[in-house]
């Protein structure tokens, strides 16, 4: 498709930026001075603001030493195979950036924004949660004052937590990246697109900077899709297109229409069809090898999502055939990928995976902070015994994986709460059918503060293998106690051999014996 010409008065709304590019090298030295400076207040500012934000709410701060600092994830060696969508990690020393493209869009389809002309209104909802999705079509304006190429990529914040990354790009003003992701937003309000520039292997500079407040972007109607041309600080424009999806919609649990596929399917149904032998199904057993083989140091595993095109394709291809899926790093470098696919499958089945019945159960266990671990964990064992083999055996499963991705987070900042907070309402919310089935199953903090608890208090192997022995022997004798109490009554043949009274001397028969309980 050849390039689209540009008209409109919103070229002549930017002209005067196309002078600046004639700027003289003094001026280029003192804006860097100015963009330097800008940028140390940015930072402080950010850290002020989520310090006092944590304060006022006295929830967590989710930038603990244990979360995920948005400055650590962002130098992953990534790159892009423009035809197939593929996520292309990089070794370092070995960095080849794709060459950018022009800008291929109708740039008078998008609306002009800036952040100072979308402060907070009465009106404006507390937050936001679902999913939603970013297209990040491309910059213009960037081109250094030299009119030097350069290689960019973007990094997304949601609410100062580092959630997606574009890959590197080399051109002199118009870059173009065409990502899609998909973020989940938990309690959010707004997004940064910062712009780094990459210079060498390893060495990162913030170049450009921009914010979108979400909660007033979709205040009237949250069906809504935008197309925002993005001004950027100290200059430039991000071409964006945003739509949401509120969670009462991304957890219903609707039943895929493909019932040969893998997602959207009831679990039971999937591991009676593949026969592998274990009661797992192939898409949870190769996606949680893969991410234990590459991923357990990661920073910001299951948090930072990866490219949404590779994601749909790779789903696409488990429910295809499950079994000739290769999610090795030489066909799906990016691990994000892979995480978004897991999250996906349990977030999709049509019902979670401790059924509707047993979650509250759950909840009501795991909610009195005061009980002790022990006796708590072995309620849940009890509790998950009563489940579907399928459904006790990948609950494990999966336990076992986020227990060992936790006891990593000193390297990969995902403690038991971070975790909880990626796979809370996932695995926690029931399949709703009325309007108070929609409000628990949107009870965010419910689920995190359960399935944190649940991750504190999970059992190693040999110990759960000891306290289901425990229940087992407790079970046998509960069972043979009944018997024994069911044997307590005296039949006719025992009273053959009972002492000779002057009754005995009569006729009896056996409809005139009454028999008692001992």
Not at 102 to 108: K, M, R
């Amino acid at each position: 498709m050849g390039r689209i010409r540009r008209i409109g008065k919103f070229d002549q709304q930017t002209a005067s930026q196309d002078r600046q590019a004639t700027m003289d090298d003094s001026t280029d030295l003192l804006e860097q001075q100015k963009m330097s400076t800008m940028l140390q207040s940015v930072s402080k500012g950010r850290k002020v603001s989520k310090t006092a934000q944590t304060k006022a709410s006295g929830r967590p701060d989710m930038r603990s030493d244990d979360s995920l600092d948005a400055d650590v994830s962002l130098t992953p060696e990534q790159s892009i195979d423009e035809e197939d969508g593929k996520c292309m990690s990089k070794p370092k020393g070995d960095h080849r950036p794709s060459v950018g493209k022009p800008l291929e869009i109708d740039l008078t389809g998008f609306m002009k924004y800036r952040r100072d002309s979308q402060s907070r209104v009465k009106g404006d909802p507390p937050t936001l949660c679902g999913i939603l999705l970013l297209r990040i079509h491309g910059g213009r304006k960037m081109t250094t004052l030299r009119g030097q190429s350069r290689e960019l990529f973007c990094v997304v914040d949601v609410d100062s937590e580092a959630k997606a990354k574009t890959y590197t790009i080399t051109a002199k003003d118009e870059f173009t990246w065409d990502e899609n992701f998909e973020i989940e937003l938990e309690n959010s309000t707004e997004i940064n697109i910062m712009v780094y520039s990459r210079e060498g292997d390893s060495k990162t500079k913030l170049c450009y900077k921009g914010n979108v407040r979400l909660v007033s972007l979709f205040r009237e109607n949250k069906t809504v899709a935008h197309q925002l041309a993005l001004k950027l600080e100290p200059r430039g424009l991000l071409y964006l297109s945003l739509s949401f999806t509120e969670s009462t919609v991304t957890l219903k649990r609707t039943p895929s229409m493909n019932r040969s596929g893998v997602f959207g399917v009831s679990l039971e149904s999937v591991v009676r069809r593949e026969r592998t032998g274990h009661n797992v199904p192939i898409v949870v057993q190769k996606c949680v090898k893969e991410i234990e083989d590459r991923g357990l140091e990661m920073v910001g595993v299951y948090r930072v999502c990866g490219s949404a095109k590779r994601k749909k394709t790779l789903k696409a291809e488990f429910d295809q055939n499950s079994s000739v899926v290769d999610i090795s790093p030489d066909n799906c470098p990016d691990i994000n990928v892979i995480t978004g696919c897991l999250k996906d499958y349990l977030r999709e089945l049509p019902e979670p995976l401790f059924t509707n019945i047993l979650c509250q159960k759950l909840m009501d266990i795991l909610m009195n902070p005061e009980a002790d671990p022990k006796a708590s964990a072995e309620l849940v064992l009890k509790l998950m015994s009563d489940l579907p083999q399928a459904n006790q055996d990948t609950l494990e499963f999966l336990l076992d994986h986020l227990k060992l991705i936790s006891a990593h987070s000193d390297t990969n900042k995902m403690n038991t709460f971070n975790l909880a907070v990626c796979f809370g309402p996932v695995l926690m919310s029931p399949t709703p059918t009325t309007d108070r089935d929609y409000e628990a199953a949107v009870d965010f903090e419910k689920h995190i503060e359960v399935l944190q608890h649940l991750l504190d208090i999970w059992p190693e192997k040999e110990e759960r293998v000891a306290i289901k022995t425990r229940l087992t022997e407790k079970s046998v004798k509960t069972k043979n106690g009944s018997q024994e109490d069911d044997s307590c009554y005296h039949s006719i043949d025992d009273l053959d051999d009972a002492p000779t009274t002057a009754k005995t001397e009569e006729n009896w028969d056996s409809e005139n014996l009454e028999v008692s309980a001992c």
